[in-house]
Nanobody, 111 residues
Framework: QVQIVQSGGGLVQPGGSLRLSCRVSGSIFSIFDVGWYRQAPGKQRESVATITIRGKTVYADSVKGRFTISRDNARETVYLQMSSLKPEDTAVYYC?????WGQGTQVTVSS
Protein backbone atom coordinates (compact mmCIF):
# COMPACT_ATOMS: atom_id res chain seq x y z
CA GLN A 1 0.00 0.00 0.00
CA VAL A 2 1.47 3.30 -1.11
CA GLN A 3 1.73 6.01 1.50
CA ILE A 4 2.66 9.60 0.74
CA VAL A 5 3.58 12.15 3.38
CA GLN A 6 4.13 15.77 2.43
CA SER A 7 5.91 18.42 4.46
CA GLY A 8 6.94 22.02 4.06
CA GLY A 9 4.82 24.90 2.89
CA GLY A 10 3.40 27.76 4.89
CA LEU A 11 3.21 31.53 4.64
CA VAL A 12 5.91 33.49 2.80
CA GLN A 13 6.27 37.02 1.49
CA PRO A 14 6.45 37.70 -2.25
CA GLY A 15 9.95 37.03 -3.50
CA GLY A 16 10.58 34.47 -0.80
CA SER A 17 11.38 30.78 -0.99
CA LEU A 18 9.95 27.53 0.31
CA ARG A 19 10.76 23.87 -0.09
CA LEU A 20 8.19 21.10 -0.20
CA SER A 21 9.02 17.47 0.46
CA CYS A 22 7.13 14.33 -0.45
CA ARG A 23 8.13 11.02 1.12
CA VAL A 24 6.81 7.86 -0.51
CA SER A 25 6.67 4.40 1.00
CA GLY A 26 5.13 1.08 0.08
CA SER A 27 6.36 0.97 -3.49
CA ILE A 28 9.53 0.94 -5.55
CA PHE A 29 10.06 4.67 -5.67
CA SER A 30 12.90 4.68 -8.16
CA ILE A 31 10.99 3.15 -11.07
CA PHE A 32 8.18 5.71 -11.29
CA ASP A 33 7.87 9.31 -12.35
CA VAL A 34 6.72 11.74 -9.67
CA GLY A 35 4.90 15.03 -9.97
CA TRP A 36 3.84 18.11 -8.08
CA TYR A 37 0.44 19.68 -8.70
CA ARG A 38 -1.40 22.62 -7.21
CA GLN A 39 -4.94 23.82 -6.84
CA ALA A 40 -5.84 27.41 -6.13
CA PRO A 41 -9.27 28.37 -4.76
CA GLY A 42 -11.89 28.19 -7.48
CA LYS A 43 -9.48 26.71 -10.00
CA GLN A 44 -8.73 23.27 -11.35
CA ARG A 45 -5.77 21.27 -10.17
CA GLU A 46 -2.82 21.84 -12.46
CA SER A 47 0.56 20.23 -13.01
CA VAL A 48 3.48 22.22 -11.67
CA ALA A 49 6.49 19.97 -12.26
CA THR A 50 7.33 16.38 -13.06
CA ILE A 51 10.52 14.38 -12.74
CA THR A 52 11.07 11.10 -14.54
CA ILE A 53 12.96 8.05 -13.31
CA ARG A 54 15.98 9.30 -15.27
CA GLY A 55 15.78 12.74 -13.76
CA LYS A 56 14.27 14.55 -16.71
CA THR A 57 12.20 17.48 -15.53
CA VAL A 58 9.18 19.24 -17.01
CA TYR A 59 7.74 22.47 -15.66
CA ALA A 60 4.62 24.52 -16.16
CA ASP A 61 5.41 27.74 -18.00
CA SER A 62 4.25 29.75 -15.00
CA VAL A 63 7.01 28.35 -12.75
CA LYS A 64 9.92 27.86 -15.15
CA GLY A 65 13.10 29.40 -13.83
CA ARG A 66 11.65 29.76 -10.33
CA PHE A 67 10.82 26.22 -9.20
CA THR A 68 13.08 23.18 -9.15
CA ILE A 69 11.93 19.59 -8.75
CA SER A 70 14.40 16.96 -7.61
CA ARG A 71 14.34 13.43 -6.26
CA ASP A 72 16.41 11.39 -3.86
CA ASN A 73 15.77 7.74 -4.60
CA ALA A 74 17.71 6.57 -1.54
CA ARG A 75 15.36 8.59 0.67
CA GLU A 76 12.32 7.86 -1.53
CA THR A 77 11.61 11.55 -1.50
CA VAL A 78 10.84 14.21 -4.08
CA TYR A 79 11.36 17.90 -3.45
CA LEU A 80 9.99 21.10 -4.88
CA GLN A 81 12.22 24.11 -4.29
CA MET A 82 10.22 27.27 -4.90
CA SER A 83 11.91 30.64 -5.26
CA SER A 84 10.84 34.14 -6.27
CA LEU A 85 7.36 33.26 -5.09
CA LYS A 86 4.42 35.32 -6.27
CA PRO A 87 0.94 35.78 -4.81
CA GLU A 88 -0.43 33.77 -7.74
CA ASP A 89 1.56 30.77 -6.51
CA THR A 90 -0.80 30.57 -3.55
CA ALA A 91 -2.46 27.16 -3.64
CA VAL A 92 -2.62 23.75 -2.05
CA TYR A 93 0.26 21.72 -3.44
CA TYR A 94 -0.04 17.99 -3.97
CA CYS A 95 2.49 15.28 -4.67
CA UNK A 96 1.40 12.53 -7.05
CA UNK A 97 3.03 9.11 -7.24
CA UNK A 98 1.53 6.47 -9.54
CA UNK A 99 -2.16 7.20 -9.06
CA UNK A 100 -1.82 8.22 -5.43
CA TRP A 101 -2.00 11.74 -4.02
CA GLY A 102 -0.38 13.26 -0.99
CA GLN A 103 -2.49 15.00 1.63
CA GLY A 104 -1.80 18.45 0.25
CA THR A 105 0.23 21.34 1.64
CA GLN A 106 -0.93 24.94 1.79
CA VAL A 107 1.41 27.54 0.33
CA THR A 108 0.39 31.15 0.84
CA VAL A 109 2.35 34.01 -0.69
CA SER A 110 1.31 37.31 0.83
CA SER A 111 2.76 40.44 2.34
Amino acid sequence: QVQIVQSGGGLVQPGGSLRLSCRVSGSIFSIFDVGWYRQAPGKQRESVATITIRGKTVYADSVKGRFTISRDNARETVYLQMSSLKPEDTAVYYCKFQNNWGQGTQVTVSS
